[in-house]
């Protein structure tokens, strides 16, 4: 389509705009970061006088995270992976109509994005099964098959061709095999939203970690950052080195995955 | 038809689909559905303590008790905010969507961007603008200054609830611009071309051509966001705690349920639970309703 | 598909209704049995007395300094009691404390755990209605053991025990000291450079106040953000205005005074004032940046409780300050003395698995030299005859000759009261230029129109 230069200008000019929005507060994290406390108290929005990757390293040590990232990474692919799984077997079959009820079942998971919050029942529902901690407990209370990647499955798998799985089946590819043969590399745009927008939750985790695993051996990422959250003084530019360690990994995480993510949600708006 | 074998075979979707749905009953939909019940008691989460069915008290307690005023404005702040959050973030997202859909240098680093606050999560986010938003050392309050004005931002009983809105808009304004930009990467070319011979152009082909293609992701955009407004209360947590006129519903209920100086109320937060259920279920009724018929008009 | 999912949902909702009644099989319905948690080194219930291996847990909030001698102490325990492991976790003071509390007590998943304050405010027979504190309900549920008798509750003054954990003529708690919240912090190089003297009156504060601003001086700053930060000054107010703040407060519950007394509206005005008169942007500092703030010299004094001091002091070693009551009366002696409260306290908890092994812990915290460590490093007013050598305490001592309650440990307040009386009832922070309400009259008689309605019927 062809356009004008001015019109070209204005969508420059917006997204540079928005761009600004998005990045200089991030670059404030940043700025915030390479200062020392003092220079930070002293003029906390001047541009930092130095870099200081060091601050990482005192925030990485004073934080603890050596100790507690190998949890984290352990809790966010567990369930992640099983949370992946459980919505492929979940939306294929649905997306298929292969089990009976299925309009109902997919309404009835549908429902899990608007449930009223249980934690509490949950809380009384885990100390009674002797989920409470323990590291499989937690982990199976933060698996599930029904969130958005469950939904986003369905609706890819909607806009894939039933002749495939009898074509398959003709050829003798059983139920499960198809699944992790065939379907598995089809959906993989899904598979990377999915993964994403499940590792994002996991990894976050404040308050789940806190209630459910009570030895400080079992905690995740998160609670190094309560290192830095002194009752009375807050270390601002150590938060903010904090802050970005536990961020990491997920951004680069992100970075890998980014391209699949405009087909992944396409996916996931064919049907709701 | 099932083409994958029959007897045992037959059974195998089936078994597998009972995995999370035993886990979705047995851990998210059974204790949410306790709620229910538990929001007819005075149940206070202290163990060893009788509890006792109350009837409607914990209802009555919410909407009509002396502090009435305090718990009508969380719930008609809950309804604001979904309102100007779905509002604003979709036609920001759409906005945006519409102009990285074209040919733009760099449109997958502007896309990324946009989408990263989601990645970094609320700790992260709201910390961030926590600190952009300190009136004292914040780099906003030195922006208002040139402008020759200064607010107390998240302090403020006037704007802090606004300013929370912005937040949460920022953090999910990315995702829904994701959901539309494939909603409109879905449309084919063709469309237009033939619909520029018809003379449909600009604002014309956007009202006639694209705008109702991309309904589908117009309904998913507005569903998420309502569901997700309605229901935050972590972001407010982290910048405000609720303080100058920012608590909302789920605010609330959060807070009720756990014990400060006084016990937790568990009776009262699951009544709040319900009614903020109520809310986000009839809200979505109703949209998915609207939405979907005007899915089929067009 | 709309129709479908309103059925589902109705018949869903309708099911579970059912289910959930039929499923109240008559016990007493609350979490009640423990947990087995499962790693924590296999404690048994007689532990301690043997040498067999356990896990004390404890829990505990971030604060640093009061964390730093914890790590410690729990070393030298640990070396003492070979076979006892300490499991020290603390957690943000916030909500994230709070919930922490309240879900390792459901799991009985817990030793010693710390109470946020001593037993305040104490039920009274005429606050008919109100609300149990949330440390009455845990005793009264029998899940918070009896220390009375146990021999290292004698280390502590029997006043300070009988005042801040004794409660039904039983001891239920350690408490760790006194603290102080109705004074200013003051920058003395700032009061000397300008030829000020401490404020024994309203009238000298005001001056003081004024001189500072002639300089072109911050005269006050508050942690506004956080709202209670500058309730403490508020409630410094309240002390020294008020003759009899109990009897006032009792005279709100049965109509005898009211938030509309000129005593009350006096407060109000002088919270304006400080409003008034504090730093640009002070509604927006959060407590956490409130001693930077005052370490940074862009404020001469700032209101926060004398726990700070400890803070304050390795924020800036070379720093000089003092602390003074807010003299909110004309009257000097009136003045002369500061309230506070009764800070953390240690319980343990009725059914923890390693009691022997806390009771220890807390025998040998209550040691002179240990507990003459913990004084230093919290800050707080020792509840033992310890000799503490620090400089700010001593300057202190004067003003508290006989320790007095504030307002918030006494205040009861009723259920669903409004939010311009709700917590601790005085909110001057609506007041302008902070908040939306113009003149102290207005925001009186409103907290007593929500006070009237919030009455027990």
Redesign the interface.
């Known amino acids: 389509?062809a356009?004008s230069k001015s019109s070209a200008v204005f969508?420059?000019a917006?997204?540079l705009f928005?761009?600004c929005?998005?990045?200089?507060?991030?670059f404030?994290?940043f700025n915030?970061a390479m200062k020392t406390q003092i220079e930070y108290?002293?003029s906390?929005?001047g541009l930092f006088e130095q870099f200081r990757f060091n601050n990482f390293r005192t925030a990485w040590n004073q934080g603890d995270f050596s100790r507690y990232i190998w949890n984290s990474v352990l809790y966010t692919s567990v369930t992640t992976a099983a949370s992946i799984l459980?919505?492929l077997?979940?939306a294929?079959?649905?997306a298929r109509r292969?089990?009976r009820f299925s309009?109902?079942?997919y309404?009835?998971?549908t429902?899990?994005?608007?449930?009223?919050?249980?934690?509490?029942?949950?809380?009384?529902?885990?100390?009674?099964?002797?989920?409470?901690?323990?590291q499989w407990g937690y982990m199976?209370?933060r698996?599930?098959?029904?969130g958005i990647a469950?939904l986003m499955f369905v609706g890819y798998i909607k806009s894939v061709s039933k002749e495939l799985?009898?074509a398959?089946?003709?050829d003798g590819?059983?139920?499960?095999r198809?699944i992790f043969r065939i379907l598995f590399p089809l959906v993989k745009p899904v598979l990377a939203t999915g993964v994403?927008l499940t590792a994002?939750g996991v990894?976050?985790d404040?308050?789940g970690p806190?209630?459910y695993l009570?030895?400080?051996k079992y905690q995740p990422i998160?609670k190094g950052?309560?290192a830095f959250?002194?009752?009375?003084?807050?270390n601002?530019p150590l938060?903010?080195c904090g802050?970005m360690i536990?961020?990491a990994p997920?951004?680069v995480l992100?970075?890998f995955i980014?391209?699949y993510?405009?087909?992944?949600?396409?996916?996931?708006?064919?049907?709701? | 038809m099932?083409?994958?074998?029959r007897g045992i075979?037959r059974h195998?979707?089936?078994a597998?689909?009972m995995?999370?749905?035993l886990?979705?009953v047995?851990?998210?939909?059974?204790?949410?559905m306790?709620?229910v019940f538990?929001s007819f008691t005075d149940a206070t989460?202290i163990p060893g303590v009788r509890w006792h069915f109350v009837g409607f008290d914990n209802y009555r307690k919410l909407l009509f008790s002396s502090d009435q005023a305090e718990r009508l404005r969380s719930i008609r702040n809950s309804l604001e905010f979904a309102f100007l959050v779905v509002v604003i973030q979709n036609a920001i997202g759409l906005?945006?969507a519409v102009?990285?859909n074209?040919k733009?240098k760099g449109d997958?680093f502007?896309?990324?961007?946009?989408?990263?606050?989601?990645?970094?999560?609320?700790?992260?986010s709201g910390?961030?603008?926590r600190?952009?938003l300190?009136p004292m050392?914040?780099?906003m309050g030195?922006l208002f200054k040139m402008f020759g004005t200064r607010s107390n931002f998240l302090s403020s009983y006037d704007a802090a609830f606004y300013w929370i809105i912005f937040v949460q808009i920022?953090m999910y304004m990315g995702y829904s611009m994701?959901?539309f930009?494939?909603?409109l990467?879905?449309i084919p070319r063709d469309l237009?071309d033939s619909g520029h011979i018809d003379g449909a152009?600009g604002w014309k082909a956007f009202r006639y051509i694209t705008f109702p293609m991309i309904a589908?992701?117009v309904?998913?955009n507005t569903?998420?966001s309502i569901?997700g407004a309605?229901?935050t209360f972590d972001i407010i947590y982290v910048l405000t705690n609720g303080g100058f006129n920012t608590r909302t519903l789920a605010l609330d209920?959060?807070r009720d349920?756990i014990a400060n100086n006084t016990t937790a109320d568990?009776g009262l937060?699951?009544a709040g639970?319900?009614v903020?259920?109520l809310f986000?279920?009839v809200f979505?009724v109703v949209f998915?309703y609207l939405l979907r018929r005007r899915e089929v008009d067009l | 598909?709309f129709k479908?999912?309103v059925l589902?949902?109705l018949s869903?909702t309708v099911i579970f209704m059912l289910a959930a009644c039929g499923g109240n099989n008559g016990n007493n319905g609350?979490?009640s049995?423990?947990?087995?948690?499962?790693?924590?080194g296999s404690a048994s219930p007689d532990s301690g007395s043997s040498n067999e291996k356990v896990t004390l847990?404890i829990i505990h909030?971030?604060?640093?300094p009061v964390n730093k001698y914890y790590e410690e102490f729990n070393k030298k325990f640990t070396e003492k009691y070979p076979n006892i492991k300490v499991?020290y976790?603390?957690?943000?003071?916030d909500a994230?404390y709070d919930?922490?509390q309240q879900?390792?007590i459901?799991?009985n998943?817990?030793d010693l755990v710390a109470l946020k304050s001593g037993f305040a405010p104490i039920p009274q027979e005429w606050a008919k209605g109100a609300e149990a504190p949330v440390w009455k309900q845990w005793i009264d549920a029998g899940l918070i053991m009896d220390l009375s008798g146990q021999d290292f509750v004698k280390n502590y003054n029997a006043t300070d025990v009988e005042n801040s954990t004794t409660y039904n003529g039983k001891v239920y708690g350690i408490n760790m000291g006194k603290v102080s919240f109705t004074g200013l912090f003051y920058n003395k190089k700032i009061f000397a450079d300008n030829g000020l003297q401490v404020p024994k009156t309203w009238d000298e504060f005001t001056k003081v106040v004024d001189t500072l601003k002639s300089k072109g001086i911050a005269p006050l700053g508050f942690a506004g953000k956080d709202i209670w930060p500058f309730n403490l000054a508020v409630q410094g107010l309240s002390a020294t205005v008020h003759k009899d703040q109990a009897a006032f407060i009792k005279g709100l519950w049965d109509g005898s005074t009211k938030f509309t007394d000129p005593a009350q509206i006096e407060i109000l005005s002088k919270a304006q004032y400080l409003l008034q008169n504090a730093i640009d942007g002070t509604m927006g500092v959060?407590?956490?940046?409130l001693?930077?703030l005052f370490?940074?010299g862009k404020v001469a004094m700032i209101a926060d409780g004398t726990?700070?001091a400890p803070?304050i002091k390795s924020?800036d070693p070379s720093l000089e300050f003092g602390y003074f009551p807010i003299p909110g009366s004309n009257d000097a002696a009136q003045n002369a003395s500061l309230a506070g409260k009764y800070d953390m306290s240690w319980m343990v908890l009725e059914k923890a698995k390693n009691k022997d092994a806390a009771l220890k812990w807390l025998a040998m915290q209550s040691e002179p030299d240990h507990y003459a460590e913990f004084v230093k490093a919290s800050g707080f007013l020792p509840n033992a005859d310890v000799q503490i050598e620090d400089p700010f305490v001593n300057e202190l001592k004067p003003y508290l000759q006989s320790f007095k309650l504030a307002w918030d440990q006494l205040f009861i307040n009723r259920p669903n009261a409004g939010e311009h009386v709700s917590g601790s009832s005085v909110h001057a922070e609506f007041l302008a230029p902070a908040g939306p309400i113009k003149t102290p009259d207005e925001l009186a008689a409103l907290s007593q129109k929500e006070w009237d309605a919030a009455a027990p019927k």
């Open positions: 389509m356009e969508r420059y917006v997204v928005m761009l929005v998005y990045v200089l507060p991030l404030y994290l915030v108290l002293k906390p929005i459980l919505s077997f979940a294929f079959p649905i292969y089990v309009n109902l079942i309404l009835f998971f429902m899990s994005l608007f449930l009223p919050s249980p934690l509490v029942p949950q809380f009384w529902l885990a100390s009674q099964l002797g989920l409470y901690n323990t199976l209370l698996t599930g098959g029904t469950f799985d009898e398959a089946a003709m590819c059983g139920y499960l198809f994403m994002i990894w976050n404040i308050i806190t209630i009570s030895d400080t998160t950052l309560f959250f002194g009752q009375y003084l807050n601002w938060l903010a802050i536990i961020a997920l951004v992100y970075s980014q391209r993510l405009v087909s992944g949600a396409l996916a996931g708006s064919v049907k709701f | 099932y083409p994958f074998g075979a195998l979707p089936l597998l689909l995995i999370p749905l886990l979705y047995v851990f998210a939909f059974g204790p949410s306790a709620t538990f989460g906005f945006m102009l990285l074209r733009l997958a502007y896309r990324a961007t946009f989408f990263l606050p989601v990645v970094l999560g609320v700790t992260v910390l961030v603008w600190m952009m300190n050392s914040g780099p030195e920022w994701t959901i930009i494939a909603g990467q879905s237009y152009s589908p992701a309904t998913v569903l998420l569901i309605l229901q209920v959060y349920a568990y937060a699951s639970a319900m903020l259920f986000v279920f979505t998915m | 598909m479908k999912l589902l949902g869903l609350s979490a049995n423990p947990p087995d948690s499962g790693s924590s847990k909030w971030i604060n640093e499991d976790v603390t957690v943000p003071s994230t919930q922490l879900t390792r459901n799991a998943d817990a959060d407590y956490a940046s001693p930077s370490i940074s726990w700070n803070t924020g």
